[in-house]
């Protein structure tokens, strides 16, 4: 960024329909001093949502009186000239292919609760969302070369991979939402019985406690946890186990939310270490695959809920229809929503408020026994100058070996993806830790090539796949 632009930033967010994040991109650009005296530029192919998402952000920026511009597109490189920052968050009819992606896999045994990261249903939503995102990058490359790329689209890791090494020129990383600081450090302190709630976490407090997350994004795990010199992991195991019987607890309604603090104690059982994202964590191991029992509390996994996640939507775009209308006052905006983990970031890096955040990047030597180049979700020191990761010491034996199976099959999809390379989509598939057939992986591969034709570019329909 010119230091000339920081009291004036520019944010373009590709994707702005995307409701799990337009909504608290608006609330950040407003409330933050550091964002909102400059430029909102919001991205998406349906025109008539698009139009609802800036007419809502001009009318929070009019209400809490901020100069913040409002710019609106269709056509990303409109306004991508001039931008410090472009999120990617766009996922074009996502519901109703991740409801494909998991009953094809369930037709082979596959048990899928998310389906958007691991899995065939982690692979395919790659094969739909990474050829626009390498479209996305070279606009970028021409239009505002100096810009962080953020992106904030699952795979998050086969995305992030995938800019960094096909689009290297590019100041990039990844995100997911699940371990927003510090709001993810209170949750243990609170599991630790170190303070009541959240609301009585300090910086103090955050000295004291000394906790280590690290792996692939959704594989990620509590490697330390300590306060005052004390270990507490197992006070934090405990509380999931006391927890086991809510559970509906996973900040998520249907298959994603339920057994987590159950699986979370087993886990925790197995291998002495807490997994730190459970609602997708349990959907990278072979367990609750129906191939086998675990425990008598836990069945095998429930499959992503299409037709519920359509409701959400709806309910969402309800909502955002009833600020417009004025059904909800608009003086309810800023109470209704808070910050988001990207717009933190962005705020912490224009600001120079040093402060630190989960980031999907390159492991630089945190994780000491696994390679520099990993791309591992890490607790991080973030500025204009750049991501740095912070020590976190060995992943043990065991978790290790998977979080290698996950990386290579994360690497081989970015290599599928963007060579248009069936032979190591093939590859990808079988090196995935849920697939245990070569032909169910070819039938599976041939049936969502099909049934996704319209999502896919035509280039991969070169090779004559049927469904055999």
Request: aromatic share 10%.
């Given at each position: 960024?010119?230091?000339?632009n920081?009291?004036?930033?520019?944010?373009?967010?590709?994707?702005?329909?995307?409701?799990?994040?337009?909504?608290q991109?608006?609330w950040?650009?407003?409330?933050?001093?550091?964002?909102?005296?400059?430029?909102?530029?919001?991205v998406?192919?349906?025109?008539?949502?698009?139009?609802?998402?800036?007419?809502?952000?001009?009318?929070?920026?009019r209400?809490?009186?901020?100069?913040?511009k409002?710019?609106?597109s269709?056509?990303?490189?409109?306004?991508l000239?001039?931008?410090?920052?472009v999120?990617?968050?766009?996922?074009?009819?996502?519901?109703?292919?991740?409801?494909?992606d998991?009953q094809?896999?369930?037709k082979?045994?596959?048990?899928m609760?998310?389906?958007?990261?691991?899995?065939?249903?982690?692979?395919?939503?790659?094969?739909?969302?990474?050829?626009?995102?390498m479209?996305?990058?070279k606009?970028?490359?021409?239009?505002c070369?100096?810009?962080?790329?953020?992106?904030?689209?699952?795979?998050?890791?086969?995305?992030?991979?995938a800019?960094?090494?096909?689009?290297?020129?590019?100041k990039?990383?990844?995100?997911?939402?699940s371990?927003?600081?510090?709001?993810?450090?209170?949750?243990?302190?609170?599991?630790?019985?170190i303070?009541?709630?959240?609301?009585?976490?300090?910086?103090?407090?955050?000295?004291?406690?000394?906790?280590r997350i690290a792996?692939?994004?959704?594989?990620?795990?509590?490697?330390k946890?300590?306060?005052?010199?004390?270990?507490?992991?197992?006070?934090?195991?405990?509380?999931?186990?006391?927890?086991?019987g809510?559970e509906?607890?996973?900040?998520?309604?249907?298959?994603k939310?339920?057994?987590?603090?159950?699986?979370?104690?087993?886990?925790?059982?197995?291998?002495?270490i807490?997994?730190?994202?459970?609602?997708?964590t349990?959907?990278?191991?072979?367990?609750?695959?129906?191939?086998?029992q675990t425990?008598?509390?836990?069945?095998?996994?429930?499959?992503w809920?299409?037709?519920?996640?359509?409701q959400?939507?709806?309910?969402?775009?309800q909502?955002?229809d009833?600020?417009?209308?004025?059904?909800?006052p608009?003086?309810?905006?800023?109470?209704?929503?808070g910050?988001?983990?990207?717009?933190?970031?962005?705020?912490?890096?224009?600001?120079?408020?040093?402060?630190?955040?989960?980031?999907n990047?390159?492991n630089?030597?945190?994780?000491?026994?696994?390679?520099?180049d990993?791309?591992?979700?890490l607790?991080?020191d973030v500025?204009?100058?750049?991501?740095?990761?912070?020590h976190?010491?060995?992943?043990?034996?065991g978790?290790r070996g998977?979080?290698?199976v996950?990386?290579?099959?994360?690497?081989?999809?970015?290599?599928?993806?963007?060579e248009q390379s069936?032979?190591k989509?093939?590859?990808?598939?079988?090196?995935?830790?849920?697939?245990?057939?070569?032909r169910d992986?070819?039938?599976?591969?041939?049936?969502?090539?099909?049934l996704?034709?319209?999502m896919i570019?035509?280039?991969?329909?070169?090779?004559?796949l049927?469904?055999?």
């Open positions: 960024m010119n230091p000339a920081m009291q004036h930033p520019k944010v373009v967010v590709i994707g702005a329909g995307s409701l799990f994040f337009g909504r991109s608006i950040q650009m407003v409330h933050s001093p550091y964002l909102n005296q400059g430029t909102l530029a919001l998406d192919t349906d025109e008539e949502r698009l139009t609802k998402m800036v007419r809502l952000a001009e009318m929070v920026a209400e809490n009186n901020v100069s913040l409002v710019e609106g269709v056509d990303r490189r409109k306004v000239p001039g931008a410090d920052f999120v990617l968050s766009f996922a074009e009819q996502s519901v109703k292919y991740r409801g494909i998991c094809v896999s369930l082979y045994g596959i048990r609760c998310s389906g958007d990261t691991i899995g065939p249903g982690g692979i395919f939503r790659a094969m739909r969302e990474l050829p626009i995102i479209e996305c990058a606009d970028i490359e021409e239009l070369p100096e810009a962080w790329v953020i992106n904030y689209i699952n795979p998050s890791t086969v995305h992030g991979i800019l960094h090494r096909y689009a290297p020129q590019l990039s990383f990844a995100l997911c939402d371990h927003h600081m510090p709001h993810k450090k209170a949750y243990y302190a609170v599991r630790a019985g303070i009541g709630d959240h609301s009585e976490f300090t910086e103090e407090i955050d000295r004291k406690f000394d906790f792996g692939v994004n959704h594989f990620t795990w509590l490697l946890a300590e306060y005052e010199g004390q270990n507490v992991m197992p006070n934090i195991a405990e509380a999931m186990r006391l927890m086991a809510d509906n607890n996973g900040g998520d309604r249907g298959a939310a339920i057994f987590n603090d159950a699986i979370t104690y087993e886990l925790y059982d197995i291998f002495g807490i997994p730190t994202c459970t609602a997708h349990k959907e990278y191991v072979r367990y609750w695959q129906g191939l086998g425990s008598d509390a836990i069945p095998p996994l429930s499959i809920e299409t037709e519920e996640r359509y959400r939507h709806d309910e969402m775009w909502q955002v009833d600020f417009l209308s004025g059904e909800i608009i003086t309810d905006y800023m109470s209704t929503f910050p988001d983990h990207a717009t933190d970031i962005i705020e912490n890096m224009v600001g120079n408020l040093g402060k630190k955040f989960f980031i990047t390159l630089q030597g945190a994780v000491t026994n696994m390679n520099e990993s791309f591992l979700e607790l991080c500025s204009m100058d750049g991501v740095k990761p912070l976190v010491g060995e992943m043990p034996r978790i998977m979080q290698e996950v990386l290579d099959t994360h690497e081989l999809t970015a290599e599928a993806v963007v069936y032979e989509l093939r590859r990808a598939m079988l090196t995935d830790p849920l697939v245990n057939s070569i992986a070819d039938k599976i591969i041939a049936e969502l090539l099909e996704e034709r319209e570019p035509e280039g991969w329909y070169k090779h004559g049927t469904v055999s």
